[in-house]
């Protein structure tokens, strides 16, 4: 079955840096696109970011780009999202998740990891 | 990309039909057949419902069924359970490239 588990959250200052990662595991995982989504506690979901299996495609939400840089490695199966110039509006639960073959739907979700931003 | 619009809340009694609207423009929902829908439990990941618009994954109820008319696309769940009581979220690919998620329904079972 599809794993998606994320790590790397924490309590990090405003303008501050953080990288998350997620493993991924149950399917081939170079033949997916795969993205982050955020939801801040007690709102609705952002998607983020998406990278598609060779890396050559790869978009931003405009309230990230610039900011954070998604990545993956095929052959240890794991996706990152570095964070930098982090904001207190960054803080919310990370989501890693898969798509598609295209970059269409969001098919798994893994359970997230809680970035918070705050002095 | 400002976010689909869903209702904020949805009602319904055991065995009712309810459906949930997330509308858009033409440049997501109505320019694409790829809208789909998540299911999202209080404390856990949201789960997809359905994807391109009324095609269901594997081991979904097909107590759930989706729809689309020009910028709008709809979620119908029949025969309303106990356990559909949760958060619905639609999501879109857009003409930029990217994906844009509804702002939410939280659906009562009463």
């Known amino acids: 079955q599809v794993q998606l588990v994320e790590s790397g959250g924490g309590l990090v200052k405003p303008g501050g840096s953080l990288r998350l990662s997620c493993a991924a595991s149950g399917f081939t995982f170079s033949d997916y696109y795969m993205s982050w989504i955020r939801q801040t506690p007690g709102k609705g979901l952002e998607w983020l970011s998406y990278?598609?299996?060779?890396?050559?495609?790869?978009n931003y939400a405009d309230s990230v780009k610039g900011r954070f840089t998604i990545s993956r490695d095929n052959a240890k199966n794991s996706l990152s999202l570095q964070m930098n110039s982090l904001r207190a509006e960054d803080t919310a639960i990370y989501y890693c998740?898969?798509?598609?073959?295209?970059?269409?739907?969001?098919?798994?979700w893994g359970q997230g990891t809680l970035v918070t931003v705050s002095s | 990309q400002s976010a689909l619009t869903q209702p904020a809340s949805v009602s319904g009694s055991p065995g009712q039909s309810i459906t949930i609207s997330c509308t858009g423009t033409s440049s997501d929902v109505g320019g694409y057949n790829y809208v789909s829908w998540y299911q999202q439990h209080p404390g856990k990941a949201p789960k997809l419902m359905v994807y391109?618009?009324?095609t269901r994954p594997s081991g979904v109820s097909n107590r759930f069924s989706g729809s689309k008319s020009g910028n709008t696309a709809s979620l119908t769940i029949s025969g309303l359970q106990a356990e559909d009581e949760a958060d619905y979220y639609c999501s879109s690919y857009t003409t930029s490239t990217t994906l844009v998620f509804g702002t939410g329904t939280k659906v009562t079972v009463l």
């Open positions: 391109d618009v009324s």
């Open positions: 998740a898969r798509m598609g073959r295209l970059q269409r739907s969001i098919f798994y």
């Open positions: 990278i598609s299996s060779s890396r050559t495609s790869i």
